[in-house]
Nanobody, 118 residues
Framework: QVQLVESGGRLVQTGGSLTLTCAAA????????MAWFRQAPGKEHEIVAE????????NYRESVKGRFTISRDNAESAGYLQMHNLKPEDTATYYC???????????WGQGTQVTVSS
């Protein structure tokens, strides 16, 4: 089993920056792909970014490319999402997730709220 705890979400103005942190415990963090998802009110959850086990490969949804950076520190069992030039459409609950041995995102945190005011 694994526990994930996100932190860092808050209210920020358009154009502002935030860094979200995902702290992992209970499983070998470095063995798993990690991702950040988000879900806005009334919408489906969507993947924002993902990072490979060793951090060498990353992928981003088109709308956040050039503004968000995903990273991880396997020694600290932590993942991060740096967000710059935030827009109101980035408002959502952000979740970190890590994959299981089948590659499915099976482990999720409780989420952290990011609100971007216009």
């Amino acid at each position: 089993q694994v526990q994930l705890v996100e932190s860092g979400g808050r209210l920020v103005q358009t154009g502002g920056s935030l860094t979200l942190t995902c702290a992992a415990a209970g499983r070998t963090f470095s063995s798993n792909t990690m991702a950040w998802f988000r879900q806005a009110p009334g919408k489906e959850h969507e993947i924002v970014a993902e990072i490979s086990q060793n951090g060498a490969d990353t992928n981003y949804r088109e709308s956040v490319k050039g503004r968000f950076t995903i990273s991880r520190d396997n020694a600290e069992s932590a993942g991060y999402l740096q967000m710059h030039n935030l827009k109101p459409e980035d408002t959502a609950t952000y979740y970190c997730a890590i994959s299981d041995d089948k590659g499915d995102y099976a482990y999720w945190g409780q989420g952290t709220q990011v609100t971007v005011s216009s």
